[in-house]
């Protein structure tokens, strides 16, 4: 049977009369750079060197209601709780915003919800038993947005309630003392697109900044020494590393990092196999984010919390080992869930504009994992749902051609709760709903997705040459690093190569090795999860690839880390 290619979209070349402007980049590059926005000279300069004028956190709405109640409740020692979500974007703002509190002097308390137990965002009954407990003032990190009810419930209970949060903001905005997100109205703090991690740390940096210029004690935390935390929440959480701002706080980050000099992190990457110097924004997303994320998954969240915070390197290393563990159990979880949905979701009986699956045998912790899985190996909106005795608990996954977000809030009357973004969100649901919703979020999809070529695209950078991959061009595109969400590691293809060599490699032979010939030079390429084509490989094909270095004890080679293949035309 013929290969399956994605759409392929191939960038423009850079115009003619451009060339010239931008003849003191390599000529890749330059096309990249102007494809992606950056029509000047000086703006791809700036991209690529991270500069940005760093925004007054006093800009964002509610910052200094925020900034004075806060330092009231330190001079009164009244007992301050951040209230944090169990990803890693919310475990790092907890980490974040704690260890600012502490270092200014306050009498503070982290609170990280249990994923089943009380579910994402504020909860009521926590709300309550921490007011109980004395706490005066409720500071949220990445959630709360959408917690109307709970915040009056909260305030009923004396507390002063705080939203600091990044997600989309609903029909109204919490009642609270003071709200932060800058994609509330009104707000005009210029950077819409900070992680949850990102406002946590305007927070903790208007802190500071007041307690520098009033306060006559000396603080020992600086806030260029949270961007380590920054950097992990925000590639994580998968924030755009094209917005100046963002790409600023990774680069920046990504530098502490490297250097490892929180404990945890160093335990982490012990455990993990990982250099510190090596470590980039793919070394979060595929390394740091996971195992962090592990925790909240299928423990507690407050095992990465701990992590992250401590000064003790036993300590640390036993908690790093912990997450390890979780995380190999959550992949093989992941796997065998996955199988279980595709089943309930009936693919394979025909198209569906939507996958939907939902079962009491699926961990709450995974569902969103599940729904993501299913949506990059079938290119459609995807529901997983924890069936629960009285109330179910999904996470969607979604597309470019559908809002996920949305169509939830065109339900919204049969949810509990829910939140998110454009192809990322949650939603709590009672189980007598079900039905109804099902169909209803099955034909909001029908009728969006009807029309559409629903095949998955690649972006392609740049058509080259086989003599064009070399280590030069390896090295200039180094540059345009960190790359992750909304500033994709490029992606090329050259075209009418002969495939010489083929194999199969890895468990279950799930991988497949090239050599690949184009009459001067041959090339070594690998595709991982590509190794079912083996028996229809063409003798010629285009490859769609990402450059990596190969290394082996004192030995580099160029490699193709191949993204798709079609037979050449």
Not at 94 to 104: E, H, P, Y
Not at 262 to 288: D, Y
Not at 441 to 456: F, G, Q
Request: some cysteine; aromatic content about 6%.
């Amino acid at each position: 049977m013929p290969i399956q290619s994605k759409r392929w979209q191939v960038s423009p070349s850079l115009p003619a009369a451009e060339a010239s402007r931008f003849q003191h980049f390599h000529p890749v590059v330059a096309r990249i750079l102007y494809n992606r926005g950056y029509t000047t000279p000086d703006a791809a300069s700036a991209f690529l060197d991270g500069q940005v004028s760093v925004d007054d956190p006093f800009k964002m709405r509610g910052m200094a209601q925020a900034v004075g109640r806060i330092r009231t409740a330190i001079k009164k020692q009244e007992l301050i709780i951040v209230y944090g979500d169990f990803d890693a974007d919310g475990v790092t703002s907890t980490v974040l915003l704690v260890s600012t509190l502490q270092a200014l002097g306050a009498n503070v308390k982290p609170y990280i919800p249990h994923r089943v137990d009380e579910g994402y965002g504020l909860n009521s009954a926590a709300l309550e038993a921490l007011a109980h407990k004395g706490a005066r003032v409720i500071i949220t990190v990445d959630c709360g947005i959408r917690s109307l009810p709970e915040v009056e419930i909260g305030k009923q209970c004396g507390l002063d309630m705080i939203i600091t949060d990044h997600h989309s903001v609903g029909p109204d905005i919490p009642n609270a003392l003071a709200v932060i997100n800058p994609k509330q109205p009104g707000c005009l703090y210029p950077e819409k697109m900070l992680a949850g991690v990102g406002i946590a740390y305007k927070l903790a940096e208007a802190l500071l900044k007041v307690s520098a210029a009033q306060d006559k004690r000396e603080v020992s935390l600086q806030a260029e020494d949270l961007l380590d935390l920054v950097a992990i929440g925000t590639v994580a959480d998968l924030a755009p590393l094209s917005r100046p701002e963002n790409r600023s706080l990774v680069v920046r980050g990504l530098r502490h990092l490297q250097q490892a000099r929180r404990v945890g992190v160093r335990a982490l990457l012990k455990v993990a196999g990982l250099e510190p110097e090596k470590m980039n924004a793919t070394a979060i997303g595929f390394t740091l984010g996971p195992r962090i994320n592990a925790a909240g998954r299928l423990e507690s969240a407050m095992l990465a919390y701990e992590l992250l915070l401590t000064d003790d390197l036993q300590v640390a290393s036993d908690l790093a080992q912990q997450l390890q563990t979780l995380n190999v159990k959550r992949q093989e979880l992941t796997r065998a869930a996955q199988e279980h949905a595709r089943t309930l979701a009936g693919i394979g009986e025909g198209d569906v504009p939507l996958i939907f699956a939902i079962d009491a045998a699926f961990q709450q912790g995974i569902v969103g994992l599940v729904a993501g899985r299913l949506t990059e190996e079938y290119y459609r909106p995807a529901i997983v749902l924890h069936r629960g005795e009285h109330e179910s608990h999904g996470s969607c996954r979604s597309i470019a051609e559908f809002n996920i977000t949305e169509a939830l809030d065109q339900c919204a009357d049969l949810l509990i709760r829910h939140g998110g973004h454009a192809q990322a969100a949650g939603f709590a649901i009672y189980n007598e709903n079900l039905p109804v919703f099902h169909e209803k979020i099955m034909a909001i999809a029908d009728k969006s997705l009807h029309d559409k070529d629903l095949r998955p695209s690649i972006q392609i950078d740049a058509e080259v040459q086989l003599g064009q991959v070399n280590e030069t061009l390896y090295e200039a595109l180094g540059a345009l690093e960190p790359c992750g969400h909304d500033n994709a590691a490029p992606i090329l293809c050259t075209k009418h190569l002969k495939i010489i060599k083929s194999k199969t490699l890895g468990k279950e032979n799930a991988h497949l090795s090239l050599q690949v010939f184009d009459g001067s030079r041959t090339q070594d390429a690998i595709a991982f999860g590509m190794g079912d084509l083996i028996e229809d490989l063409p003798d010629y094909v285009d490859l769609a690839y990402r450059i990596d270095m190969n290394e082996w004890k004192d030995t580099r080679t160029l490699q193709m880390i191949v993204q798709d293949i079609r037979e050449s035309e």
